[in-house]
């Protein structure tokens, strides 16, 4: 039982109406709202990874420094020689 628009003399939607069409716009204004939060940090993150594998990079300097040309465990700090091959054993 569809009735025509012109049918129906209304001046406005139901309370209940309203209010659903209010949440679903609201879950979709919140959905867009935090997509771009996210986008921001993933924007952050990957703007400072070159930054900490620079760091990472002078730190592997001072230790090859101090050591030598050595392979260390990130586990337990211990270090290994590495062979002729250039290939630290596993």
């Known amino acids: ?3 025509k628009v012109e049918d129906i003399k209304v001046e406005k ?6 209010k659903e069409l ?3 716009v609201n879950t979709i204004n919140n959905a867009q ?8 940090q993933k924007h952050t993150l990957v703007n ?3 930054q900490l594998q620079k760091g990472l990079k002078e730190f592997q ?8 040309k050595v392979s260390i ?4 700090g211990t270090i290994q ?3 002729e091959d250039g290939q630290a054993n596993t």
């Open 61 to 68: 300097d001072k230790m090859e420094e101090e050591y030598g």
């Open 81 to 83: 020689e590495i062979p």
């Open 33 to 40: 709202l935090n997509l771009g939060q996210l986008e921001s």
């Open 1 to 3: 039982m569809n009735k």
């Open 73 to 76: 465990s990130i586990q337990d």
């Open 13 to 18: 939607i139901t309370d209940e109406q309203l």
């Open 22 to 24: 209010q949440g679903h």
């Open 48 to 50: 400072a990874i070159p």
